[in-house]
């Protein structure tokens, strides 16, 4: 696992949340700037909507935010005895946009993902009630190409952990018959 944000996990982030250098309103009407940089209350003084902001300054915003969702995102998969980097990366994107808080927002999906139940938990992120063909949530129906990237996120992890429970066949080759000629 890696101890601090990878090149992919950066990537990944700028390609979600795009790139403005300048500060503009985001989809929940609030001050934003570089990659998805929500502005400081000491930023605000300084940033008025419309002005542009140096190339250095946003990416010190992008390393220090994505820094500090990498790192929850570490202290969540190691509280879900999760090891998996691809995960890991996919946790952190989840505490990149919707904040580090997120696991009270959506009680039921992380207990899903503690208990290892992938399926639940995606129901519960996707949809309102928790369950298939209901309303979609919030977040899906603010964002649904995030909410994608956890669920696929967690069908792989999920595919991955079955994978590695599974015990070998017991047959061996040695008792299986040679194909006829």
């Known amino acids: 696992m890696a101890n601090k944000p990878t090149e992919s996990f950066l990537n990944h ?9 300048y500060v503009y309103l985001d989809s929940l009407k609030k001050l934003t700037g570089g990659t ?18 140096d190339k250095a300054v ?14 929850a995102a570490i202290l969540q998969a190691r509280e879900a005895g999760i090891t998996d980097q691809d995960f890991i990366e996919a946790l952190g994107s989840v505490n990149f946009q919707l ?19 992938f399926d639940e ?18 977040w899906f129906k ?3 190409v995030r909410v994608e990237d956890f669920s696929t996120a967690l069908k792989i992890y999920g ?8 015990k070998p066949d017991e047959t061996t080759m040695d008792s299986v018959p040679p194909p006829p000629n």
């Open 121 to 138: 938990a995606i129901d519960e992120i996707q949809f309102k009630s928790g369950e298939k063909g209901t309303e979609k949530s919030a």
């Open 13 to 21: 982030l700028t390609l979600r949340e795009g790139f403005e250098n």
């Open 36 to 53: 998805g940089h929500l502005l400081t209350t000491e930023e605000l003084l300084k940033y008025k909507s419309g002005d542009k902001i």
């Open 99 to 117: 904040g580090t808080g997120w696991r009270g927002k959506m009680k039921n999906a992380w207990k899903a993902i503690k208990d290892g139940k």
């Open 159 to 166: 595919i991955k952990k079955d994978l590695a429970l599974m």
């Open 58 to 71: 946003t990416t010190a915003w992008l390393e220090k935010d994505a820094a500090k969702a990498y790192d």
């Open 142 to 144: 603010q964002t649904p």
